[in-house]
């Protein structure tokens, strides 16, 4: 398949008080056409920062990201957001906010069936019957299903995820990592999710890149080698326990790093 | 209609009344030192007329400068919640000029525009209460967490088009919290002129000319007729909020 997502030699630091403070360090990364690429790494170690490159939001000081072969300049239409804040908008019905992007991206598109979408999308989280309630009707898990039929609604080519499950509970985790893989099932998008959680790397990822501590670096990348239509037992079984010690392994390689040379 | 809504206030209205009733009649005091509530219903009465005509000199003119309160509140207010440097040039210069006592201001206003008077009024009604609204709606944008501006700018939006849709109305509940302030202190900035350099209009006139001659109940009359018209804004004020910025309140649980 195609490389979507192109990150070469990518260095960024941002300007502090206390002089430059250097984030990514010659990252590279590059992820294939409709794949689901998860992102781990110590705190603090430039993650979003990746994210906010790849979205075209900001510039790195050295190195290029490509989309489609195509560097990268400015924020595109074909990107979609969430992040750990499911940042709804409270003046707008659950409907509307789903509906906020193809305001942005398709402003010619009928009204009928810009709803007709968005309903769509909330029937597919399990939302049906919620179209009309405000944002803080709803609980924290719903809010969070919500916000991704937003960042999707536009059919991005790329989903961009910073810790979008981040604040839940553990089993609503569970239960939208299961969403996450109907959606990836019905609808096909290349994804980057930024997460602490190893298990969930490992249930949605197709691979798993471990960054390295501050600046970070591709340290370590992991094949995930499991059928696409995995259940959460999955994660119980041998082969994915293998993964999570091989995970957990690099990032204390990681961690070590951060508090060792630098 | 939750009859409950209406009947708490107004009984706690009456019971303000009553109390100031008792304290004058408890005390004896003559209405040349204090007027009692009682007293006021003939003041009204003789005076229907001017308080007709001077509550509605009043009234607009307060409303004119709280109109121009909130146009240049909101635009101080959206250059200083989006430029570090506007803040941090405008911020001393306003809470400086905030400090001044407005009455000082009203002589300087009389000799500029001599004979404005209306424009003199509207004026000071402004200038004493556009401070909040810039305030709260700069601090509103500056607070603007940068998710926000993300799911719309990843998307390519214009800077306006994510203050339209997104800075806005997210900021409508701070802009009509200091709305409600504002709508006093207009008042206060209407009366100071009509007071301080009386020219036969208003309320604040018609309170000094009961002043002038004694007339306590009048003047007394002219107090509540004040803080009517301010209630009456002040609601006015929440009728608005609650149509454009309803969704801020939450369901009592």
């Not at chain 1, 400015?74 to 804040?85: D, E, I, L, W, Y």
């Not at chain 2, 209205?13 to 209405?31: G, K, S």
């Not at chain 2, 501006?149 to 800077?159: E, P, Q, Y």
Request: glycine letters at 8%; one cysteine or more.
């Amino acid at each position: 398949m195609d490389t979507l997502i192109d990150i070469r030699g990518v260095t960024h630091a941002y300007q502090t008080k206390h002089g430059p403070l250097p984030v990514l360090d010659d990252l590279n990364l590059s992820v294939p056409e409709g794949e689901f690429c998860a992102v781990v790494g110590p705190s603090g170690c430039g993650k979003s920062t990746l994210t906010r490159l790849v979205a075209g939001l900001m510039k790195p000081d050295q190195g290029e990201v490509f989309l489609h072969g195509e560097k990268i300049t400015g924020p595109r239409k074909t990107v979609g957001m969430a992040f750990q804040n499911p940042v709804l908008l409270e003046w707008r019905s659950i409907l509307e906010n789903v509906i906020l992007p193809l305001e942005i991206v398709a402003p010619g598109m009928a009204r009928a069936d810009k709803i007709a979408r968005a309903e769509h999308l909330l029937d597919m989280v399990g939302l049906k019957g919620f179209e009309t309630k405000r944002p803080s009707e709803l609980s924290g898990g719903m809010r969070q299903r919500a916000s991704l039929c937003r960042s999707i609604v536009h059919k991005p080519e790329v989903l961009i995820m910073d810790e979008p499950f981040g604040a839940l509970d553990n089993f609503t985790r569970e239960d939208l990592w299961q969403t996450m893989r109907d959606l990836r099932a019905a609808e096909p998008f290349t994804a980057v999710l930024i997460t602490h959680d190893l298990r969930e790397s490992v249930f949605l990822g197709d691979q798993v890149v471990v960054l390295s501590g501050r600046p970070a670096r591709t340290q370590y990348v992991l094949d995930v080698d499991l059928p696409s239509d995995r259940t959460i037992d999955i994660l119980y079984e041998p082969t994915a326990v293998n993964m999570l010690h091989d995970l957990r392994d690099q990032i204390r390689i990681a961690q070590g790093r951060d508090g060792g040379a630098h | 209609m939750d009859w409950k809504k209406i009947a708490t206030p107004l009984l706690s209205i009456i019971a303000f009344l009553a109390f100031w009733e008792f304290i004058v009649w408890a005390n004896n005091w003559p209405n040349y030192v204090m007027a009692s509530p009682s007293d006021l219903p003939a003041a009204y009465e003789k005076y229907w007329k001017l308080f007709l005509i001077d509550s509605w000199q009043t009234l607009w003119r307060t409303v004119a400068g709280l109109a121009l309160a909130v146009v240049f509140g909101t635009s101080l207010g959206m250059v200083m919640g989006f430029s570090r440097t506007a803040r941090d040039a405008l911020y001393p210069l306003l809470v400086g000029f905030n400090a001044i006592p407005k009455a000082t201001l009203v002589p300087v206003l009389a000799l500029l525009f001599i004979g404005q008077h209306d424009f003199n009024t509207v004026l000071m009604a402004f200038l004493i209460s556009f401070f909040p609204i810039a305030v709260s709606v700069g601090i509103g944008l500056s607070t603007l967490e940068p998710e926000y501006r993300d799911i719309l700018g990843a998307l390519g939006a214009s800077k306006l088009t994510i203050f339209r849709k997104i800075a806005l109305p997210k900021t409508l509940p701070e802009f009509f919290g200091a709305l409600k302030v504002s709508v006093t202190l207009a008042f206060i900035g209407t009366n100071l002129v009509e007071i301080i350099s009386p020219h036969g209009k208003g309320l604040g006139s018609l309170f000094q000319s009961g002043a002038t001659n004694g007339d306590y109940p009048l003047m007394f009359a002219v107090l509540i007729a004040l803080a009517f018209l301010g209630i009456v804004l002040y609601y006015a004020v929440v009728a608005l909020e609650k149509v454009f910025a309803g969704w801020a309140e939450r369901p009592a649980s």
